[in-house]
Protein backbone atom coordinates (compact mmCIF):
# COMPACT_ATOMS: atom_id res chain seq x y z
CA UNK A 1 0.00 0.00 0.00
CA UNK A 2 2.66 2.58 0.61
CA UNK A 3 3.99 2.39 -2.66
CA UNK A 4 0.98 3.01 -4.26
CA UNK A 5 0.37 5.45 -2.12
CA UNK A 6 3.48 7.59 -3.10
CA UNK A 7 2.44 6.65 -6.97
CA UNK A 8 -0.49 8.41 -6.58
CA UNK A 9 0.17 10.75 -3.93
CA UNK A 10 -0.96 14.71 -5.27
CA UNK A 11 -3.32 12.86 -7.52
CA UNK A 12 -6.46 14.31 -8.00
CA UNK A 13 -9.47 12.93 -9.01
CA UNK A 14 -12.80 14.37 -9.72
CA UNK A 15 -15.69 11.40 -9.14
CA UNK A 16 -18.96 12.10 -10.96
CA UNK A 17 -20.64 9.11 -10.82
CA UNK A 18 -23.04 7.07 -9.06
CA UNK A 19 -24.10 4.20 -7.17
CA UNK A 20 -21.55 1.45 -7.44
CA UNK A 21 -19.48 0.99 -10.70
CA UNK A 22 -17.53 4.42 -10.52
CA UNK A 23 -17.47 5.16 -7.01
CA UNK A 24 -15.88 1.54 -6.62
CA UNK A 25 -12.84 2.90 -9.22
CA UNK A 26 -12.26 5.88 -7.26
CA UNK A 27 -12.27 4.12 -4.22
CA UNK A 28 -9.48 1.90 -5.07
CA UNK A 29 -7.65 5.11 -6.77
CA UNK A 30 -8.50 6.94 -3.08
CA UNK A 31 -7.02 4.11 -1.26
CA UNK A 32 -3.91 4.04 -3.21
CA UNK A 33 -3.69 7.70 -1.83
CA UNK A 34 -4.96 9.96 -4.50
CA UNK A 35 -7.58 12.91 -3.40
CA UNK A 36 -11.04 12.13 -4.21
CA UNK A 37 -13.57 15.09 -4.46
CA UNK A 38 -16.73 12.99 -5.71
CA UNK A 39 -19.26 15.74 -7.16
CA UNK A 40 -22.99 15.22 -6.37
CA UNK A 41 -26.32 16.89 -7.89
CA UNK A 42 -28.68 18.73 -5.52
CA UNK A 43 -30.48 15.97 -4.30
CA UNK A 44 -27.23 13.72 -3.70
CA UNK A 45 -26.09 10.58 -5.25
CA UNK A 46 -29.27 7.81 -4.74
CA UNK A 47 -27.38 5.59 -3.14
CA UNK A 48 -27.08 7.66 0.27
CA UNK A 49 -30.39 6.42 0.86
CA UNK A 50 -30.81 2.45 -1.01
CA UNK A 51 -30.43 -0.35 0.54
CA UNK A 52 -29.62 -2.19 -2.42
CA UNK A 53 -30.39 -5.88 -0.57
CA UNK A 54 -33.20 -5.19 0.53
CA UNK A 55 -34.61 -2.40 -2.12
CA UNK A 56 -36.09 0.02 1.14
CA UNK A 57 -34.84 3.15 1.88
CA UNK A 58 -31.97 3.43 4.82
CA UNK A 59 -30.89 6.96 6.78
CA UNK A 60 -28.37 9.55 4.70
CA UNK A 61 -25.14 8.35 4.43
CA UNK A 62 -26.35 4.61 4.48
CA UNK A 63 -23.44 1.97 5.33
CA UNK A 64 -23.67 0.66 1.75
CA UNK A 65 -22.52 4.43 0.26
CA UNK A 66 -20.32 4.84 2.95
CA UNK A 67 -18.18 1.72 1.86
CA UNK A 68 -17.70 2.77 -1.63
CA UNK A 69 -17.18 6.38 -0.50
CA UNK A 70 -14.64 6.47 2.09
CA UNK A 71 -12.37 9.31 2.89
CA UNK A 72 -13.66 11.08 -0.33
CA UNK A 73 -14.38 15.21 -0.34
CA UNK A 74 -18.01 15.16 -0.98
CA UNK A 75 -19.96 18.34 -2.47
CA UNK A 76 -22.78 18.90 -3.99
CA UNK A 77 -22.99 20.99 -7.27
CA UNK A 78 -26.00 21.93 -9.63
CA UNK A 79 -24.52 21.08 -13.27
CA UNK A 80 -27.27 22.79 -15.11
CA UNK A 81 -26.66 26.07 -13.58
CA UNK A 82 -24.71 28.90 -14.42
CA UNK A 83 -23.07 29.06 -11.66
CA UNK A 84 -22.29 25.48 -11.24
CA UNK A 85 -20.60 25.12 -14.63
CA UNK A 86 -18.13 27.84 -13.73
CA UNK A 87 -17.41 26.10 -10.16
CA UNK A 88 -16.81 22.70 -12.49
CA UNK A 89 -14.54 24.63 -14.65
CA UNK A 90 -12.44 25.92 -11.92
CA UNK A 91 -12.27 21.85 -10.68
CA UNK A 92 -11.68 20.57 -14.11
CA UNK A 93 -8.59 22.88 -14.96
CA UNK A 94 -7.20 21.31 -11.36
CA UNK A 95 -7.53 17.78 -11.79
CA UNK A 96 -5.91 15.12 -12.87
CA UNK A 97 -8.52 12.19 -13.43
CA UNK A 98 -12.41 12.61 -14.58
CA UNK A 99 -14.26 9.99 -13.71
CA UNK A 100 -18.12 9.84 -15.00
CA UNK A 101 -21.25 7.57 -15.37
CA UNK A 102 -23.26 9.54 -17.41
CA UNK A 103 -25.23 8.06 -20.43
CA UNK A 104 -23.08 8.97 -23.63
CA UNK A 105 -24.00 12.74 -24.84
CA UNK A 106 -25.57 13.85 -21.48
CA UNK A 107 -22.11 15.09 -19.97
CA UNK A 108 -21.70 17.19 -23.55
CA UNK A 109 -25.41 18.12 -23.43
CA UNK A 110 -23.96 19.76 -19.85
CA UNK A 111 -21.57 21.61 -21.65
CA UNK A 112 -18.75 19.50 -20.82
CA UNK A 113 -18.40 17.22 -23.89
CA UNK A 114 -14.99 15.71 -24.96
CA UNK A 115 -13.80 18.91 -26.90
CA UNK A 116 -14.36 21.40 -24.20
CA UNK A 117 -12.89 18.91 -21.13
CA UNK A 118 -10.06 19.06 -23.63
CA UNK A 119 -9.76 23.09 -23.91
CA UNK A 120 -10.01 23.38 -20.39
CA UNK A 121 -7.65 20.72 -18.71
CA UNK A 122 -5.32 19.18 -21.48
CA UNK A 123 -3.89 17.45 -19.69
CA UNK A 124 -6.71 15.85 -18.01
CA UNK A 125 -7.59 11.87 -17.86
CA UNK A 126 -11.30 11.24 -18.37
CA UNK A 127 -12.41 8.12 -17.81
CA UNK A 128 -15.95 7.12 -19.46
CA UNK A 129 -17.55 4.60 -17.49
CA UNK A 130 -21.09 3.61 -19.16
CA UNK A 131 -23.37 0.41 -19.65
CA UNK A 132 -22.35 -0.41 -23.70
CA UNK A 133 -19.51 1.77 -24.50
CA UNK A 134 -19.48 5.78 -25.96
CA UNK A 135 -20.49 4.25 -29.43
CA UNK A 136 -22.33 1.65 -31.00
CA UNK A 137 -25.99 0.65 -31.58
CA UNK A 138 -26.52 -0.04 -28.30
CA UNK A 139 -24.29 2.97 -26.76
CA UNK A 140 -27.28 4.90 -25.22
CA UNK A 141 -29.55 1.24 -24.33
CA UNK A 142 -30.75 1.89 -20.36
CA UNK A 143 -29.20 -1.12 -18.12
CA UNK A 144 -27.87 -2.62 -15.35
CA UNK A 145 -25.87 -5.39 -13.98
CA UNK A 146 -28.23 -8.27 -15.23
CA UNK A 147 -28.43 -6.97 -18.61
CA UNK A 148 -24.78 -6.56 -19.45
CA UNK A 149 -23.92 -9.88 -17.56
CA UNK A 150 -26.81 -11.36 -20.26
CA UNK A 151 -25.12 -9.45 -22.99
CA UNK A 152 -21.26 -11.09 -22.55
CA UNK A 153 -23.21 -14.26 -22.59
CA UNK A 154 -21.77 -14.18 -19.12
CA UNK A 155 -25.31 -15.82 -17.54
CA UNK A 156 -26.22 -18.24 -20.16
CA UNK A 157 -23.12 -20.45 -18.57
CA UNK A 158 -24.45 -20.98 -15.26
CA UNK A 159 -28.36 -19.79 -15.97
CA UNK A 160 -30.13 -22.62 -15.22
CA UNK A 161 -33.97 -23.53 -15.02
CA UNK A 162 -34.28 -21.79 -11.15
CA UNK A 163 -31.06 -19.88 -11.24
CA UNK A 164 -31.13 -16.02 -10.75
CA UNK A 165 -28.83 -13.36 -10.87
CA UNK A 166 -25.57 -13.27 -9.05
CA UNK A 167 -25.22 -11.27 -5.89
CA UNK A 168 -23.31 -8.85 -5.34
CA UNK A 169 -23.04 -7.77 -8.53
CA UNK A 170 -20.51 -8.73 -11.11
CA UNK A 171 -20.05 -6.29 -13.67
CA UNK A 172 -20.65 -3.54 -11.57
CA UNK A 173 -17.58 -4.45 -9.63
CA UNK A 174 -15.32 -5.70 -12.55
CA UNK A 175 -16.03 -2.65 -14.53
CA UNK A 176 -15.16 -0.41 -10.97
CA UNK A 177 -11.96 -2.24 -11.11
CA UNK A 178 -11.29 -1.93 -14.45
CA UNK A 179 -12.06 1.65 -14.37
CA UNK A 180 -9.11 1.94 -12.01
CA UNK A 181 -6.47 -0.27 -14.08
CA UNK A 182 -7.17 1.99 -17.24
CA UNK A 183 -7.23 5.25 -14.77
CA UNK A 184 -3.50 3.72 -13.17
CA UNK A 185 -2.67 2.97 -16.55
CA UNK A 186 -3.20 6.21 -17.90
CA UNK A 187 -1.12 7.58 -15.28
CA UNK A 188 1.80 5.47 -15.80
CA UNK A 189 1.76 5.98 -19.50
CA UNK A 190 1.89 9.65 -18.91
CA UNK A 191 4.82 10.00 -15.75
CA UNK A 192 6.77 7.75 -18.23
CA UNK A 193 6.64 9.38 -21.38
CA UNK A 194 5.71 13.16 -19.96
CA UNK A 195 3.07 12.97 -22.88
CA UNK A 196 -0.36 13.00 -20.87
CA UNK A 197 0.39 16.58 -19.22
CA UNK A 198 0.56 17.61 -22.70
CA UNK A 199 -2.14 15.12 -24.71
CA UNK A 200 -4.40 13.74 -22.01
CA UNK A 201 -6.43 10.79 -21.83
CA UNK A 202 -9.59 9.45 -22.98
CA UNK A 203 -10.94 6.31 -21.48
CA UNK A 204 -13.81 4.28 -22.51
CA UNK A 205 -14.86 1.76 -19.95
CA UNK A 206 -17.88 -0.20 -20.51
CA UNK A 207 -19.36 -2.56 -18.31
CA UNK A 208 -20.99 -5.02 -20.64
CA UNK A 209 -17.45 -4.76 -22.11
CA UNK A 210 -15.62 -6.01 -19.65
CA UNK A 211 -17.67 -8.83 -18.81
CA UNK A 212 -17.07 -9.59 -22.34
CA UNK A 213 -13.41 -9.78 -22.00
CA UNK A 214 -13.78 -12.49 -19.51
CA UNK A 215 -15.46 -14.59 -22.03
CA UNK A 216 -11.85 -15.55 -24.17
CA UNK A 217 -12.35 -18.99 -22.87
CA UNK A 218 -15.99 -19.50 -23.60
CA UNK A 219 -15.49 -17.99 -26.94
CA UNK A 220 -12.99 -20.84 -27.48
CA UNK A 221 -14.91 -22.98 -25.99
CA UNK A 222 -17.89 -22.41 -28.02
CA UNK A 223 -15.72 -22.15 -31.78
CA UNK A 224 -14.77 -25.53 -30.86
CA UNK A 225 -18.29 -26.83 -30.51
CA UNK A 226 -18.40 -27.52 -26.82
CA UNK A 227 -19.54 -24.23 -25.55
CA UNK A 228 -19.63 -24.20 -21.67
CA UNK A 229 -23.51 -25.35 -21.11
CA UNK A 230 -24.94 -24.93 -17.78
CA UNK A 231 -24.47 -28.25 -15.61
CA UNK A 232 -22.22 -29.71 -18.17
CA UNK A 233 -18.88 -28.36 -18.26
CA UNK A 234 -15.74 -28.61 -16.37
CA UNK A 235 -15.87 -25.90 -14.53
CA UNK A 236 -19.59 -24.99 -14.08
CA UNK A 237 -21.25 -28.16 -12.62
CA UNK A 238 -20.70 -30.99 -15.11
CA UNK A 239 -17.72 -32.60 -13.34
CA UNK A 240 -18.08 -34.65 -10.08
CA UNK A 241 -14.83 -33.26 -9.16
CA UNK A 242 -15.84 -29.35 -9.17
CA UNK A 243 -19.02 -28.42 -7.65
CA UNK A 244 -21.27 -27.61 -4.93
CA UNK A 245 -23.03 -29.84 -2.75
CA UNK A 246 -25.71 -29.95 0.05
CA UNK A 247 -25.17 -31.46 3.20
CA UNK A 248 -27.46 -33.18 5.33
CA UNK A 249 -28.65 -30.20 6.90
CA UNK A 250 -28.99 -28.54 3.81
CA UNK A 251 -25.86 -26.29 4.21
CA UNK A 252 -23.56 -26.35 1.24
CA UNK A 253 -19.92 -27.19 1.12
CA UNK A 254 -17.89 -26.61 -2.58
CA UNK A 255 -15.33 -29.58 -3.99
CA UNK A 256 -12.81 -27.69 -6.63
CA UNK A 257 -10.31 -31.19 -6.60
CA UNK A 258 -9.55 -30.74 -10.34
CA UNK A 259 -5.96 -32.20 -9.81
CA UNK A 260 -5.65 -36.10 -9.79
CA UNK A 261 -3.93 -35.36 -6.49
CA UNK A 262 -6.65 -33.15 -4.98
CA UNK A 263 -9.40 -36.30 -6.23
CA UNK A 264 -7.68 -38.92 -5.14
CA UNK A 265 -6.98 -37.45 -1.24
CA UNK A 266 -10.71 -36.78 -1.32
CA UNK A 267 -11.68 -40.19 -2.06
CA UNK A 268 -9.30 -42.19 0.14
CA UNK A 269 -10.90 -39.32 2.92
CA UNK A 270 -14.03 -40.50 2.47
CA UNK A 271 -13.06 -44.19 1.87
CA UNK A 272 -14.38 -44.11 -1.75
CA UNK A 273 -11.11 -45.29 -3.84
CA UNK A 274 -13.32 -46.75 -6.46
CA UNK A 275 -14.13 -43.15 -7.65
CA UNK A 276 -10.35 -42.49 -8.25
CA UNK A 277 -10.32 -43.41 -11.83
CA UNK A 278 -13.96 -42.05 -12.89
CA UNK A 279 -12.22 -38.75 -12.50
CA UNK A 280 -11.47 -38.28 -15.65
CA UNK A 281 -14.81 -39.67 -17.69
CA UNK A 282 -16.66 -38.30 -20.15
CA UNK A 283 -18.57 -35.02 -18.87
CA UNK A 284 -21.70 -34.70 -17.83
CA UNK A 285 -21.08 -36.83 -15.15
CA UNK A 286 -24.43 -37.89 -13.64
CA UNK A 287 -24.02 -40.71 -12.35
CA UNK A 288 -21.09 -40.15 -10.31
CA UNK A 289 -21.55 -36.44 -9.16
CA UNK A 290 -25.62 -37.89 -7.90
CA UNK A 291 -22.98 -40.90 -6.02
CA UNK A 292 -20.99 -38.00 -4.69
CA UNK A 293 -24.05 -35.98 -3.85
CA UNK A 294 -25.69 -38.57 -1.97
CA UNK A 295 -22.59 -39.03 0.07
CA UNK A 296 -22.45 -35.29 0.86
CA UNK A 297 -26.16 -35.21 1.75
CA UNK A 298 -25.33 -38.45 4.48
CA UNK A 299 -23.61 -35.76 7.05
CA UNK A 300 -23.85 -32.76 8.59
CA UNK A 301 -21.66 -29.65 7.21
CA UNK A 302 -19.97 -29.39 10.27
CA UNK A 303 -19.25 -33.08 10.26
CA UNK A 304 -17.84 -32.58 6.65
CA UNK A 305 -15.77 -29.37 7.98
CA UNK A 306 -14.75 -31.56 10.98
CA UNK A 307 -13.27 -34.47 8.39
CA UNK A 308 -11.97 -32.32 4.97
CA UNK A 309 -10.63 -29.26 5.99
CA UNK A 310 -7.46 -31.11 7.10
CA UNK A 311 -7.15 -32.77 3.77
CA UNK A 312 -5.68 -31.61 0.83
CA UNK A 313 -8.25 -31.90 -1.33
CA UNK A 314 -9.72 -28.16 -2.37
CA UNK A 315 -12.41 -28.23 -0.15
CA UNK A 316 -14.67 -25.89 1.56
CA UNK A 317 -17.64 -24.85 3.24
CA UNK A 318 -20.38 -22.17 1.37
CA UNK A 319 -19.77 -19.38 4.31
CA UNK A 320 -23.07 -16.84 4.55
CA UNK A 321 -21.65 -13.13 4.93
CA UNK A 322 -21.34 -13.25 8.59
CA UNK A 323 -19.24 -16.32 8.91
CA UNK A 324 -17.15 -15.17 6.07
CA UNK A 325 -16.61 -11.96 8.00
CA UNK A 326 -15.73 -13.42 11.73
CA UNK A 327 -13.87 -16.08 9.46
CA UNK A 328 -10.47 -16.82 11.70
CA UNK A 329 -8.22 -16.18 8.65
CA UNK A 330 -9.98 -13.16 7.38
CA UNK A 331 -9.40 -11.65 11.04
CA UNK A 332 -5.78 -12.77 11.16
CA UNK A 333 -5.09 -10.97 7.76
CA UNK A 334 -6.94 -7.69 9.44
CA UNK A 335 -8.97 -7.58 6.73
CA UNK A 336 -12.07 -6.77 8.88
CA UNK A 337 -12.38 -4.90 11.53
CA UNK A 338 -15.66 -4.29 13.90
CA UNK A 339 -17.82 -1.39 13.55
CA UNK A 340 -16.42 -0.26 10.20
CA UNK A 341 -17.24 -0.28 6.55
CA UNK A 342 -15.28 0.02 3.24
CA UNK A 343 -12.57 -1.99 1.27
CA UNK A 344 -9.32 -1.37 1.05
CA UNK A 345 -9.63 1.27 3.99
CA UNK A 346 -9.77 -2.00 6.22
CA UNK A 347 -5.60 -2.41 4.89
CA UNK A 348 -4.12 0.36 5.99
CA UNK A 349 -6.51 1.82 8.91
CA UNK A 350 -8.45 4.97 7.50
CA UNK A 351 -11.35 5.45 8.78
CA UNK A 352 -13.88 4.61 5.88
CA UNK A 353 -16.38 7.20 6.81
CA UNK A 354 -16.94 10.13 4.76
CA UNK A 355 -17.61 13.89 5.12
CA UNK A 356 -20.89 15.08 4.93
CA UNK A 357 -22.02 17.40 1.63
CA UNK A 358 -21.40 20.60 1.99
CA UNK A 359 -22.92 22.62 -0.81
CA UNK A 360 -21.50 25.55 -2.49
CA UNK A 361 -21.40 27.85 -5.54
CA UNK A 362 -17.54 29.20 -4.89
CA UNK A 363 -14.90 27.27 -6.73
CA UNK A 364 -12.18 28.72 -3.98
CA UNK A 365 -14.06 26.56 -1.37
CA UNK A 366 -14.64 23.33 -3.01
CA UNK A 367 -10.62 23.67 -3.58
CA UNK A 368 -9.89 24.66 -0.46
CA UNK A 369 -11.73 21.45 1.15
CA UNK A 370 -10.28 19.32 -1.87
CA UNK A 371 -6.26 19.63 -0.66
CA UNK A 372 -3.65 17.65 -2.54
CA UNK A 373 -2.39 14.73 0.02
Known amino acids: MSGLGDFLNGVRVIDL ?3 LPGPLATQILSDMGAGVLKVEPPGGDPLRTLDPISGGQVDDPSPYYRSVNAGKT ?7 SAEGQQAFETLIRAADVLVESYRPGVLARLGFGRDRLAELNPGLIHCALSGYGQTGPLSRVSGHDINYLAHAGALAQSLESDAQPPFPPVADHAA ?12 ASGRRTGQHTAKGAYLDVSLAETMLAWQAWSFIGAAAGHGPRPGESLLNGG ?13 RVTLGALEEKFWTNFCRAVDRPQWIPR ?11 AQVAELFESRRREEWDALLSGVDCCYH ?3 EPEEAAANGHVRARGLVRDGQVGFAAWVDGRAPATRPPAVFTDPQTALGLWKRP
Open 239 to 251: AACYRVYAAADGR
Open 17 to 19: SQY
Open 176 to 187: GMQAALAVLGAL
Open 317 to 319: AVL
Open 279 to 289: QRGPLPQSELI
Open 74 to 80: IVCLDLK
